[in-house]
């Protein structure tokens, strides 16, 4: 299991909370409703596809939700790799229950679980520099999805807008690197200051303004390692290096043996495939 991978409580309660309100406003389940009363139910989470597991505490507390008297135990935690046909965990209780949660537990899994995975394929593909997810994150979902990053060992980029100055090119159309960089530094001394850069010359002129993070944008390789270069002649303040745009499980080593810290990428919040896993549920009365 990877180390730090477990969203905070608090997201993990609320997040639930809105997918079942989602789901059960404003008769509950009308369907399993309809089953005799007293069925008790015996259930298996089953991975179909081989990954990386994420999204356990969801599923646990959906589950806690819907009904008190369902038990969820797991023989598979976050952060673990997991194989076809694996049984990562036993759900038992009431019947109607536990069909229920079922989807909006599986939900949770296969979303979070396929982050973990693509995550962890370019973790792979990238050695030598660490991946860092983005912003790009499913609106109110965002620190469960940073945890199943954390999950396929991945790095987490700022959580949101208050964690440090990230200078993009739409604000650079207002204020000038060296400018833009002053400003930050007066009016927030004590956080990092993070430029992106298109081109080589906006390189030199964050070097020269004092940046303490390059995000380097839409380079190609050459050009990366051009930047790399102009970093190392600054001396022994050499800022932060990220790479970004459309980098993907095919590229990232490319990327990763320019010398760069760190490859950012979107698509591992934003378009990861979900993990195929099921619920395999046995009835007795």
């Known amino acids: 299991m990877r180390a730090g991978v477990q969203p905070p409580i608090g997201a993990v309660r609320l997040a639930v909370a809105r997918a079942l309100e989602e789901d059960l406003t404003p008769l509950g389940d009308i369907t399993s409703g309809l089953l005799p009363a007293g069925l008790i139910g015996?259930?298996?989470?089953?991975?179909?596809?081989?990954?990386?597991?994420?999204?356990?505490?969801?599923?646990?507390?959906?589950?806690?939700?819907?009904?008190?008297?369902?038990?969820?135990?797991?023989?598979?935690?976050?952060?673990?790799?997991?194989?076809?046909?694996?049984?990562?965990?036993?759900?038992?209780?009431?019947?109607?229950?536990?069909?229920?949660a079922e989807r909006t537990a599986l939900n949770f899994l296969g979303h979070l679980s396929g982050i973990a995975t693509l995550t962890h394929e370019l973790v792979v593909a990238a050695a030598g520099a660490r991946i860092w997810d983005t912003r790009k994150t499913t609106p109110g979902l965002r620190a469960l999805e940073k945890a199943a990053v954390r999950a396929g060992g991945g790095v987490n980029h700022r959580g949101n807008l208050s964690d440090w100055v990230l200078l993009k090119d739409n604000h650079l159309t207002v204020l000038g690197i060296e400018e833009a960089v002053r400003l930050a530094r007066e009016q927030w001394p004590a956080r990092t200051v993070h430029v992106e850069c298109d081109s080589l010359d906006q390189v030199e002129q964050a070097l020269h303004a004092g940046a303490d993070a390059l995000l380097l944008d839409n380079m190609t390789p050459e050009e990366v390692r051009g930047a790399v270069a102009l970093a190392g002649d600054h001396g022994d303040t050499r800022p932060l290096l990220e790479v970004s745009?459309?980098?993907?499980?095919?590229?990232?080593?490319?990327?990763?043996?320019?010398?760069?810290?760190?490859?950012?990428?979107?698509?591992?919040t934003n378009s990861a495939p979900v993990l195929d896993i099921g619920l395999d549920i046995e009835v007795s009365s």
């Open 245 to 268: 745009g459309g980098i993907t499980r095919e590229t990232a080593g490319l990327y990763a043996r320019t010398g760069v810290d760190c490859i950012s990428v979107g698509a591992i």
């Open 42 to 100: 015996d259930a298996d989470f089953v991975v179909r596809t081989p990954g990386v597991l994420a999204g356990v505490a969801c599923a646990t507390e959906t589950f806690a939700q819907v009904d008190a008297a369902v038990v969820v135990d797991w023989a598979a935690a976050d952060g673990d790799d997991v194989d076809a046909k694996q049984l990562i965990g036993h759900v038992s209780g009431p019947l109607a229950s536990i069909l229920t």
